[in-house]
């Protein structure tokens, strides 16, 4: 079920992106901003590279957050993190009670995807979690689109968070930022676009 709601200047809004894959263990981290004008906190937790424990990491790193009650929408920098340890973004809906939007510079290269999931035991169960994501969206942005998938939330929902929190690029500040803070942790100083 998707839904529409009220978008208050304020709406806290979790932003997730992952760091470098240097080692097996890959940091995840979340930026809790009230809108896009400000952060309010900061969540942290690790994954498998190319594991597939992303959604329950982050289920659990959402659900322990002292923001739990405050967040109104989760937003992933794509939909596969340290590699290719896919999110099942319908899943982490129904867990958290949090609406999720996917959120990708470009449209996804299905037939490569498909490809490098054929060197992984669990290729089609990692296929089926993609797919499951549901179909891809354009938003259309001020210098670039961008594109979404989105599980409890509605599209024009999603266009109002957007236009709210995308105020230094056609990103999100919360992805923005959790992607500056992860990569800047990892690497010593912050490399690469959200």
């Known amino acids: 079920m998707n839904s529409d709601f009220h978008i208050k200047p304020e709406i806290r809004i979790l932003g997730i992106d992952d760091s470098a894959l240097l080692t097996e263990k890959v940091m995840i981290v979340g930026a809790v901003f009230r809108g896009g004008d400000w952060i309010d906190g900061v969540l942290r937790s690790e994954i498998t590279k190319d ?5 329950e990491v982050i289920c659990k790193m959402i659900k322990k957050s002292k923001h739990y009650g405050q ?3 989760v937003i992933l920098d794509g939909i596969t993190y340290g590699g290719f340890n896919v999110v099942d973004i319908q899943m982490l809906y129904r867990e958290t ?4 939007v996917v959120v990708m510079r470009s449209y996804p290269d299905f037939d490569k995807i498909k490809s490098a999931l054929k060197y992984f035991p669990d290729g089609e169960e990692r296929w089926t979690i993609i797919k499951r994501a549901g179909k891809i969206e354009r938003i259309p942005g001020e210098k670039s689109p961008i594109y979404i998938q989105r599980a409890g939330i509605g599209v ?17 500040e919360p ?3 959790a992607h500056l803070i992860a990569t800047g942790i990892i ?4 490399r690469g676009k959200a």
Do not use: H
């Open 175 to 177: 992805l923005r930022v």
């Open 97 to 100: 009670g949090i609406p999720v």
């Open 51 to 55: 594991g597939l424990d992303a959604t």
């Open 71 to 73: 967040i109104r929408t």
């Open 187 to 190: 690497l010593g100083e912050s």
């Open 156 to 172: 024009e929902t999603v266009k109002k968070i957007i236009r709210l929190t995308s105020i230094r690029s056609n990103i999100p």
